[in-house]
C-alpha cells in the first residue's frame, strides 16, 4: 500500500489525542469520594485506551459484572465530563501531519470507541469538529471496535474504499476492526500501550515509534 493513503483514519484517546490527564483526574476524584488513594497519571495511561471498564478495573478492581460497577461507570463518566477536557492536547506532531493532509487534498477523519457525548465537545474544543471529513464515535455505528461496522460507516461517510485509507489506532481491537473491512492499520506506539501488551502480534502493517515518524513517511 502506497503511504499517501487518500483517508488518514485516527483513534481517538491515546492516537490523536492525549486525554489521559482528564481522564486520570476524574478517576482520582471517583477513588478520593470512595476513599481510596489516588493514582499517578503514569499508572493511569496504559488502561486509558480500555475505556470505563479498563479504568475502573484499576481503581476499583471491577469488571462490567460486577453489581457496584454500573453506578461507578455512572458517577465516573459524569466527573469526566466535568473536566470540560480542559488538559486534553493533540499529540506533539500531529498537528503538523494533520495540516500535511489538508495541504496536499488528502482528508481525514476519526474512529473512536468514546462516545459522541464526549468525543464532540472534545474536539469542537480542540477545534478539530469542522476539520474531520468524518467522526464515527463509540455508539455511532451498530456495534464499537473491534466490530468492523464503525470502519465501514467512516468509509461511507468519507466517500473513500476502506483500501485507500490507513487506520492509525493504539489497540489490537483497532487492528482486528481495520482488517475485517480490508484496511491496512498502523500501530501508535506513542499511544496508551501497556506493559503487557505484544503490539508486534497484532500484524499491522506498520508501527510508528512517533507522530513525527507517521509524518514523515507520508511526506515521503
Not at 39 to 67: K, M
Not at 86 to 114: P, Y
Not at 211 to 218: D, G, V
Request: glycine share 8%.
Amino acid at each position: 500500500m502506497s503511504l499517501a493513503p487518500r483517508c488518514l483514519l485516527f483513534d481517538l484517546d491515546g492516537t490523536l489525542v492525549d486525554t489521559a490527564p482528564d481522564l486520570a483526574a476524574a478517576l482520582n476524584q471517583l477513588l478520593e469520594r470512595h476513599g481510596r488513594a489516588a493514582l499517578s497519571t503514569d499508572a493511569i495511561r496504559p488502561v486509558a485506551s480500555h475505556g470505563t471498564p479498563g479504568l475502573l478495573g484499576l481503581g476499583f478492581g471491577l469488571t462490567p459484572n460486577d453489581p457496584a460497577f454500573a453506578e461507578l461507570r455512572r458517577e465516573y463518566l459524569d466527573l469526566y465530563e466535568a473536566t470540560r477536557y480542559h488538559a486534553s492536547r493533540l499529540f506533539d506532531g500531529l498537528e503538523e501531519c494533520l495540516a500535511h493532509l489538508e495541504q496536499n487534498g488528502q482528508s481525514w477523519g476519526i474512529v473512536t470507541n468514546k462516545p459522541a457525548r464526549f468525543t464532540e465537545p472534545l474536539l469542537e474544543r480542540l477545534n478539530l469538529r469542522q476539520r474531520a471529513v468524518c467522526i464515527v464515535s463509540g455508539d455511532t455505528a451498530a456495534q464499537p471496535k473491534p466490530d468492523p461496522a464503525p470502519m465501514r460507516l467512516a468509509c461511507q461517510i468519507a466517500g473513500v474504499a476502506p483500501t485507500d485509507c490507513l487506520y492509525v489506532g493504539d489497540a489490537e481491537r483497532d487492528v482486528i476492526a481495520a482488517h475485517a473491512v480490508g484496511m491496512p492499520c498502523a500501530i501508535a506506539a506513542w499511544g496508551y500501550l501497556g506493559p503487557d501488551d505484544r503490539p508486534e502480534t497484532w500484524h499491522a502493517e506498520y508501527q510508528f515509534a512517533t507522530p513525527h515518524t507517521l509524518m514523515r513517511h507520508l511526506a515521503s
